[in-house]
């Protein structure tokens, strides 16, 4: 269990892109401060989604702000693309272990860019995978579903996977690192992980479920966690 509060980060993947400015302009407005972008090259997962141009386009409405904005980068040699993303205002940039043949290197490329780095691992790879890298690191993500693609079901093996991510850090003196958790998550549960140890709640579906507005969405997830939601 974590004492910290729990933030959390729309992906806009789910938003209705036909008004993306003002979907995201939304959560901001209900103190949303970190914006979650998914990037998908239709390698490492099969599907293609945005790229550069939608974070240079969020660019302003975040930065008005003081929001971070993310990306995810399910891609393929992501090394590639750190420069451009960084160019285009990713504040946050978080590739997967999976992905990384030398993850240290790629770590520090994106600390140097002065933008967070955070290490992701799939659902059937283990915590141990991050135990190396996690010194160098501002947020580990916890993949609660298969990356590839928004609105699916949530592993209730996460739960236990990010408790044991949890006291890792604890055990190691490293409690300052994010532990961020990506996929399905909804008021069904996020006062489940947010007990486990989880401090970035990023959320597609639940927070752009287009039958409320945004800032209701937002409401309900925030009263389901029930305690120390910061935004
Ligand atoms: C999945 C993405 C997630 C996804 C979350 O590959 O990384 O960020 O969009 O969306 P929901 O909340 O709908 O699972
Ligand atoms: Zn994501």
Not at 135 to 158: E, H, K, R, Y
């Amino acid at each position: 269990m974590s004492t910290r509060p729990v933030e959390i980060a729309p992906s806009v993947l789910s938003a209705d892109f036909l008004r993306l400015g003002a979907q995201v302009s939304e959560a901001l407005e209900a103190g949303v401060r970190r914006i979650h972008v998914d990037v998908m090259d239709g390698h490492f997962v099969p599907n293609l989604t945005m790229g550069p141009l939608v974070v240079a386009t969020l660019r302003p409405l975040a930065e008005r702000v003081g929001a971070v904005l993310e990306v995810h980068l399910m891609i393929a040699e992501p090394d590639r693309y750190l420069d451009v993303f960084s160019h285009a205002g990713a504040s946050a940039m978080t590739v997967h272990v999976e992905a990384c043949l030398q993850l240290h290197r790629t770590v520090h490329a994106i600390r140097h860019l002065a933008a967070q780095p955070g290490v992701a691992i799939n659902p059937a790879t283990p915590v141990a995978a991050l135990e190396e890298i996690l010194p160098d690191i501002d947020v580990a993500l916890v993949m609660s579903v298969d990356p590839g693609f928004g609105g699916q079901v949530f592993i209730p093996g996460t739960i236990g996977k990010v408790a044991r991510l949890r006291a890792e850090l604890v055990r190691r003196g490293l409690e300052h690192i994010e532990i961020e958790v990506d996929g399905g998550i909804g008021p069904e549960n996020i006062r489940a992980l947010a007990e486990a140890g989880m401090t970035i709640a990023v959320a597609g579906t639940s927070v752009f479920d287009p039958r409320a507005p945004v800032a209701e969405n937002l409401r309900v997830l925030r009263a389901a966690c029930g305690f120390g939601v910061n935004t």
